[in-house]
């Protein structure tokens, strides 16, 4: 049995109510754990990428891509995880800050490419995109001042060059 590790898998789907509770359902129903779920239109309005990020072996994956092409609103699935693929998460992190940290935190900003997006009396907005790991450790060094509120979205990847998801249906 090949070992436990995370799948990005891209999904596309018929821009239809209801086919996120079934996609999600159906991953539910198994008992696999989704880490990570963004959904968004495509350049097609009529389509939508599903970005899941889920934990299992070759065989559960196997498994799990087959079991989406019988929903008859999945149009294409890729592992994402066995081809070279660009991903990114995007965070907002609204930090306690004062007159006398704001310096600290904006030097923190800096070095991560974040930007701030919102300041107010007592706090500070952060928006940071990258990768899961960098995100985390913006957040850990954000930390000791005193995070507020802090919301982040699901991975969305693409194929990396010229190659990309299409459109076909797959058998």
Same mark, same amino acid.
């Given at each position: 049995?090949?070992?436990?590790?995370?799948?990005?898998?891209?999904?596309?789907?018929?821009?239809?109510?209801?086919?996120?509770?079934?996609?999600?359902?159906?991953?539910?129903? /198994?008992?696999?754990?989704? =880490?990570?779920? @963004?959904?968004?239109?495509?350049?097609?309005?009529?389509? !939508?990428?599903?970005? $899941?990020?889920?934990?299992?072996?070759?065989?559960?994956?196997e498994q799990?891509?087959?079991?989406?092409?019988?929903?008859?609103?999945?149009?294409?699935?890729?592992?994402?995880?066995?081809?070279?693929?660009?991903?990114?998460?995007?965070?907002?992190?609204?930090?306690?800050?004062?007159?006398?940290?704001?310096?600290?935190?904006?030097?923190?900003?800096?070095?991560? /490419?974040?930007?701030?997006? =919102?300041?107010? @009396?007592?706090?500070?907005?952060?928006?940071?995109?990258? !990768?899961?790991?960098? $995100?985390?450790?913006?957040?850990?060094?954000?930390?000791?001042?005193?995070?507020?509120e802090l919301?982040?979205?699901?991975?969305?990847?693409?194929?990396?060059?010229?190659?990309?998801?299409?459109?076909?249906?797959?058998?």
């Open positions: 049995m090949s070992d436990m590790k995370n799948y990005t898998l891209s999904i596309l789907v018929e821009n239809h109510y209801g086919v996120l509770t079934r996609v999600a359902g159906l991953f539910a129903r /198994r008992g696999y754990n989704i =880490d990570s779920l @963004a959904v968004g239109v495509t350049e097609d309005p009529c389509v !939508s990428r599903m970005t $899941i990020v889920v934990r299992g072996d070759d065989s559960v994956i799990v891509i087959k079991q989406l092409y019988k929903l008859i609103e999945v149009i294409k699935v890729v592992d994402l995880s066995s081809e070279e693929y660009v991903d990114r998460e995007l965070a907002l992190i609204k930090v306690a800050a004062n007159k006398e940290n704001r310096a600290e935190i904006l030097q923190i900003v800096e070095i991560f /490419r974040a930007k701030v997006v =919102d300041v107010g @009396a007592s706090t500070m907005m952060i928006e940071i995109t990258g !990768s899961g790991e960098k $995100i985390s450790a913006l957040e850990k060094l954000l930390k000791p001042f005193g995070i507020k919301a982040r979205t699901g991975r969305v990847g693409l194929l990396r060059g010229t190659k990309d998801v299409g459109k076909a249906r797959e058998e």
